[in-house]
């Protein structure tokens, strides 16, 4: 869990955290088994809002 909040930053910092622990590289702070992550941020005097999810497995294939 990050606990700082630099202003301006926070949801791209929250996005690489998600991004590292799905890829297995946050050591310390590594949840086992992370697999798929949720992640948000808001900011601007509540003018804008994102959400995302990020994975590490691959796209299915789709069928011929």
């Known amino acids: 869990m990050l606990s700082a909040n630099p202003i301006g930053a926070s949801g791209l910092i929250r996005f690489a ?3 590292i622990q799905v890829m297995g590289k946050a050591e310390a702070r590594q949840v086992p088994g992370a697999r798929k992550a949720l ?5 601007g005097g509540s003018q804008y809002f994102s959400m995302w999810v990020v994975g590490c497995e691959k796209p299915k294939q789709a069928a011929a």
């Open 17 to 19: 955290e998600a991004a």
């Open 39 to 43: 992640g948000h941020a808001y900011g």
